[in-house]
């Protein structure tokens, strides 16, 4: 325990955060009902130590320099909480909202009892506090939130444990074929992208020789533009897992690319990437 411990809260800066608040709370409770044992305070103090040596490693304070440095706003000023809500925390809210709204629905018509109250309670409040804490941060990129919707879920299902809702036998078919189509959308979408870079791979190795090579963009199925989760996938795949338009000699995505294919130079072509519906600044 004192292994996963260290691993746990050596993973993720907000995320370690949130698992030392509900293990903590876990503790205060097998202590008040004369159950805690020596695995439980290994693991704690594994936790603790793990967290530590991720917050104070030195790369993180030269982050803070450089954070520092190239802030645009000034740090802790009114314009960057706004800029940290627009950007971060009003998408996990939204997001979460509905799970929320199980929570709620537990306290209304459930069937509370204390030991579930106070379950429910501390995996939802971990839920809202990531979030809050990441609003410190120089910037609050919606991804660095990516426990706050896990720990959210937790507390919603067992709010709806709870609650006993039994549904009609319609709704169900109709939730199981709406995620069935939701499976075969993502997995086309998954196919779609595999069969791109398939083709892209072969336009690549016949002109390898080139000086310069002028991939396409890799297009992205999605459903309309409203739908968060495809906005995001786009984002994140356009932003993070694709070369860019731009030539110069500090692209780092670029020249990775250039080298892994044994190529002089590579470049993403800038006018068929702005007719895309999906088109992003880089």
């Known amino acids: 325990m004192a292994i996963f411990g260290l691993l746990a809260g050596w993973s993720n800066e907000s995320g370690g955060a949130m698992i030392i608040f509900l293990t903590f709370l876990a503790l205060i409770y097998f202590w008040r009902k004369k ?52 950007d971060g925390m009003e998408e996990i809210l939204w997001n979460d909202a509905l799970l929320y ?7 209304v018509r459930g069937k509370k009892s204390v030991e579930a109250t106070q379950f429910i309670l501390a995996f939802a409040a971990a839920g809202i506090l990531l979030p809050c804490i990441l609003m410190f941060s120089p910037e609050f990129p919606a991804r660095a939130a990516f426990l706050s919707p896990v720990l959210v879920m937790i507390a919603s299902v067992t709010a709806l444990e709870q609650t006993q809702i039994n549904l009609s036998p319609k709704i169900i078919s109709a939730a199981l074929i709406v995620w069935l189509a939701t499976v075969v959308y993502t997995i086309g979408v998954d196919w779609s992208i595999h069969s791109q870079i398939a083709e892209r791979q072969i336009y690549v190795e016949q002109h390898k020789h080139d ?33 860019t338009p731009y030539r110069d000699e500090f692209n780092n995505r670029n020249i990775t690319y250039a080298q892994y294919y044994g190529l002089k130079e590579v470049v993403l072509d800038a006018e068929a990437n702005k007719k895309l519906t999906q088109y992003i600044y880089y």
């Open 211 to 243: 000086d310069l090579i002028v991939l396409q963009p890799i297009y992205l199925p999605y459903l309309p533009e409203h739908a968060l989760w495809s906005w995001t996938i786009d984002s994140y795949v356009r932003f993070y897992g694709d070369v």
């Open 35 to 86: 159950q805690l044992e020596r695995w439980m305070l290994a693991g704690f103090v594994g936790l603790f130590v793990g967290y530590a040596l991720l917050m104070l490693a030195p790369g993180n304070f030269q982050r803070y320099v450089v954070d520092a440095n190239d802030a645009t706003v000034p740090l802790f000023s009114a314009q960057m909480f706004i800029d940290n809500f627009e």
């Open 101 to 107: 709204a199980a929570v709620i629905f537990y306290f």
